[in-house]
């Protein structure tokens, strides 16, 4: 597995891991309008670019055989 910092190109793809992960750990206990509401209001390219352009906040891809497979967000100081 390897580790790289996300550049903004890449957030289309970090929006895609997140919203495949989100569902894998919750459909089975949420509704799909649930789960339909959460993606389309909290998952989206357009709130992950706000969240990137904080300088108080980094994104790191974890890749698996050349595969995006897991993100993490790493907040500084007062950066949510």
Known sequence: MQISRVAETEL?????VARQSFYEAFHE???P?????YMNDCLTVER???EFSNPKSVFYLVWKDDQ??????LN???AQ
């Open 29 to 31: 206990t949420n509704s």
């Open 68 to 73: 995006a497979v897991a993100y993490l967000k």
């Open 12 to 16: 289309e793809l970090v929006v895609q």
């Open 76 to 78: 500084e100081g007062d």
């Open 48 to 50: 992950f670019k706000d």
């Open 33 to 37: 309008e649930n789960l339909h509401t």
